[in-house]
């Protein structure tokens, strides 16, 4: 399996019999593959070796390890487009997968002066703050804490911000979306947010800030979603 006399370097050839391996199932998302010391005895390499192609296969990806109990198959990511201004539900159901919700928040407060300089709001101008973790199909991808203008929806409830916000405010408030401006950067997770995206602790998340508005320029939501950085990747064209 692994020829010491190939200008190929051992370790690519275990990375490349590791892909393989996942490649053909042998390994499963999620599972637990076998230990440094079993590998390195199966492939009558060292175990230095084996540890720096499993390095490499964390770095890309491909494989994560988790402190004290191993290394693991990584769930592909999915990928979100940076062109379109698309909702979670839209972007889950594009991709052919069921998107939930749980709602932890939901309350009607005066905004900070920051919150309500962004959304362009008067002093005491209420906003509706909304907290939800978003699942496709059942698995938690990113939490969202979302302010929305009381103005723009005043009878958004509980029960209405179940759904999709962006059906409701296009088809029940016949409100035309128009565009966003979005910042992202890493972070590492609150242990509060890593719980609810039932990740271990200190992992890297997604920020992601979106201020989005209305078509006649007016801002209707500024949100923080906080995306598992092992689960998603943004992508974006770009042209010259
Ligand atoms: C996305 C948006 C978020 C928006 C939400 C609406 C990003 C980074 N954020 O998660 O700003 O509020 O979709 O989703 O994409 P909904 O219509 O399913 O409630």
């Known amino acids: 399996m692994i020829d010491k006399n190939s200008h190929v370097p051992i370790y ?7 892909k393989q391996r996942i490649l053909l199932g042998e390994y499963k998302v999620g599972e637990n593959i076998s230990s440094e010391r079993e590998l390195s005895e199966q492939l009558g390499v060292s175990r230095m070796t084996v540890r720096q192609s499993i390095t490499n296969l964390v770095n890309t990806n491909l494989l994560y390890r988790e402190k004290g109990r191993g290394t693991f198959v990584a769930n592909p990511k999915r990928e979100q487009s940076l062109h379109g201004l698309t ?9 052919g997968m069921k998107p939930s919700n749980k709602l932890i928040q939901f309350e009607k407060m005066i905004p900070s002066f920051d919150i309500a300089k962004d959304l362009q709001l008067e002093k005491r101008e209420e906003v509706f703050y909304v907290v939800r973790i978003r699942y496709a199909d059942e698995k938690p991808m ?6 929305i203008p009381v103005k723009i929806f005043p009878e958004l409830d509980e029960k209405k911000i179940m759904g999709s916000l962006y059906t409701l405010i296009e088809t029940h408030r016949h409100q035309k979306i128009g565009n966003a401006i979005q910042e992202i950067e890493a972070a590492i997770l609150s242990k509060e947010d890593s719980e609810c995206l039932a990740m271990d602790d200190l992992t890297a998340g997604l920020i992601i800030k979106r201020t989005s508005f209305l078509i006649d320029g007016i801002p209707f939501e500024l949100v923080r979603s906080i995306y598992r950085a092992d689960r998603y990747k943004f992508i974006s064209e770009i042209n010259r």
């Open 12 to 18: 690519v050839q275990i990375q490349e019999l590791l």
């Open 87 to 95: 909702s979670f539900t839209e972007d889950m159901k594009a991709r």
């Open 142 to 147: 990113a939490i969202e804490r979302t302010f």
